[in-house]
T-cell receptor
Framework: GENVEQHPSTLSVQEGDSAVIKCTYS??????FPWYKQELGKRPQLIIDIRSNVGEKKDQRIAVTLNKTAKHFSLHITETQPEDSAVYFC???????FGKGTRLHILP | KAGVTQTPRYLIKTRGQQVTLSCSPISGHRSVSWYQQTPGQGLQFLFE???????NKGNFPGRFSGRQFSNSRSEMNVSTLELGDSALYLC?????????????FGNGTRLTVT
């Protein structure tokens, strides 16, 4: 079955700097890659997603890139702000299997 | 539009007991997935139901089971509870008609097994 690995497990960046979270997947049949953000005590919510026929997608300060050959995809957050502090989960389709999450800390 | 509703929000049970959790999806959503969330283990996939049929299943023991009703509402049952079953159980609904359906999560049921 599908396996999704996510790195790093914890990431601390200075406010205003960029953050990058990387995921790899195992099932080459996967063709949908969403990212979810979970703030403390709240439910996970979709922040951006990408389909396999697209290499990059951007929405304001967040972007996702996909390399199907290498089977990895990344979340990029630019100009980080305090409200970006949360746990981020990547996922792959074919059953929606999630990575273990990255806890992002934005330092003042 | 109402979001995904999970009941109850909190449960305390004793080892060996069984428990049933409920999930009402967003109106029009036909797929319901269940996840177990524990610190350090992320979101572990339990199973997915679509149109009353289990479509996908994760690697959990047979003590974990589920079902979906004709109105898309879903229940999850855990029998013979163990201490390690203490977790936040999240359900998520999606349109389910194809592969590109984002998940909409409920607030979860926090289960504590003593």
């Amino acid at each position: 079955g599908e396996n999704v690995e996510q790195h790093p497990s914890t990431l601390s960046v200075q406010e205003g700097d960029s953050a990058v979270i990387k995921c790899t997947y195992s099932d080459s049949a996967s063709n949908y890659f969403p990212w979810y953000k979970q703030e403390l005590g709240k439910r996970p919510q979709l922040i951006i997603d990408i389909r396999s026929n697209v290499g990059e997608k951007k929405d304001q300060r967040i972007a996702v890139t996909l390399n199907k050959t290498a089977k990895h995809f990344s979340l990029h957050i630019t100009e980080t702000q305090p409200e970006d502090s949360a746990v981020y989960f990547c996922a792959a389709s074919t059953g929606i299997i999630f990575g273990k999450g990255t806890r992002l800390h934005i330092l003042p | 539009k109402a979001g995904v509703t999970q009941t109850p929000r909190y449960l305390i049970k004793t080892r060996g007991q069984q428990v049933t959790l409920s999930c009402s999806p967003i109106s029009g959503h036909r797929s319901v997935s269940w996840y177990q969330q524990t610190p350090g283990q992320g979101l572990q996939f339990l199973f997915e139901y679509f149109s009353e049929t289990q479509r996908n299943k994760g690697n959990f023991p047979g003590r974990f089971s589920g079902r979906q009703f004709s109105n898309s509402r879903s229940e999850m049952n855990v029998s013979t509870l163990e201490l390690g079953d203490s977790a936040l159980y999240l359900c998520a609904s999606s349109l389910g008609g194809g592969e590109y359906s984002p998940l909409h999560f409920g607030n979860g049921t926090r289960l504590t097994v003593t």
